[in-house]
């Protein structure tokens, strides 16, 4: 049996202004299909017909789900995409990128929101190597150094390993 796991994000009337936003920041990633609202059901929706009810699409072959769901539901930093960076020019791409008209105060330790309050974790791919062996000194000056950070820095974290 093959399942596929699907993250549905909740926007209020944004999901395909949200899922062409994040298709033009992510390469190799499309909108794949467009469902609306029809009539039945309204008395519980709420929604006009013919207004979009989801957006199929996907992020580097990864699908997901975006739903006009209404504004009883907002985001949360309990849930964020972590973004895996190779190297500083992708973090600093897609930092500026999910960053744009996001709130400011919530970029810490590699987290960053976005315009529409979903918040991402961008960060290299190294730092799961860096903070295995919590018991090393190495470990914990990588992990202060992050906790100093919004953006997160590689060199800095290279430096702090090295001590």
Known sequence: MTTTIVPCLWFDTQAEEAARYY???FKNSKITAIT?????????????AGTVLTVAFELNGQPFTALN????????????????CEDQAEIDYYWEKLGVDGDPTAQR??????????SWQVVPKLV???????????????????MEMDKIDIAE??????G
Request: net charge neutral.
């Open 23 to 25: 298709v033009g920041i």
């Open 128 to 146: 799961p190597a860096l903070l295995l062996d919590h018991n090393s000194a190495a470990c914990r000056r990588v992990f202060a150094a992050i």
């Open 109 to 118: 330790c590699g987290w960053v929101e976005d315009k529409f309050g979903f």
């Open 69 to 84: 769901g209404g504004p009883q539901f907002q985001f949360s930093p309990a849930v964020s995409l972590q973004v895996m």
């Open 36 to 48: 609306y609202y029809p009539d039945e059901g309204n008395e519980i929706h709420g929604k006009k």
């Open 157 to 162: 974290l290279q430096r702090a390993y090295a």
